[in-house]
């Protein structure tokens, strides 16, 4: 229990960073948004489509949003996968989400 309904890991890890196995507490926001990059080590990036409105051409444009996330070890993601990130304390310098679930 996490705090939040999402679908829980199949697998378990010893990753202390882990929301479900380890040590780390999440609060805050969850976001749901698509993976862009793998490329890190135990870290992604996720990012998130939102369209803001422009009232002159009565239109909208598409703004996106980057966020880095932990990826605790009993997770597998690929690029384009849909995850749910959520806020965590500050995991190194730039991260402070982490991935809790797969869609
Ligand atoms: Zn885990």
Redesign the pocket.
């Known amino acids: 229990m996490i705090g939040i309904k999402v679908k829980e890991?199949e697998r378990?890890?010893n990753?202390v960073n882990?929301p479900?196995?380890?040590h780390l507490k999440v609060r805050g926001i969850a976001i749901t948004g698509k993976v862009v990059s793998t490329a890190m080590q135990r870290t992604v990036v996720v990012e998130k489509e939102r369209l803001h409105y422009l009232p002159k051409y009565e239109r909208y444009e598409k703004r996106t949003s980057r966020y880095k996330a932990h990826l605790?070890?009993?997770i597998d993601v690929k690029k384009n996968d849909i995850v749910t990130i959520m806020e965590c304390r500050p995991i190194s310098k730039t991260v402070h989400f982490v991935v809790v679930s797969k869609k």
């Open positions: 890991p378990k890890c990753d882990c479900w196995h380890g605790p070890e009993c």
